[in-house]
């Protein structure tokens, strides 16, 4: 519900100011990339942790995800 709202305040923002994808970074764990997932998002890449993330997060990369909001809003 939290991701459906913010996504819903962001396709608002992008018809006034232009866009049209979300992207964000999570960890490379199988509950969260399915949730994306589930949620229109699409895994395109991975990227290196810096050096000062390690700390705050496992493994060393985060999955880069994409979602159209034109296709699911």
Partial sequence: ???KLACNKIKVAQDVLGGRYVYLECEDKPKLKEFYESNGFVC???RNLERDER???NGDYLLQMLCD???NN
């Fill in 1 to 3: 519900m939290l991701l």
């Fill in 44 to 46: 395109f890449g991975k």
């Fill in 55 to 57: 700390d705050k997060n």
């Fill in 69 to 71: 909001l034109s296709k």
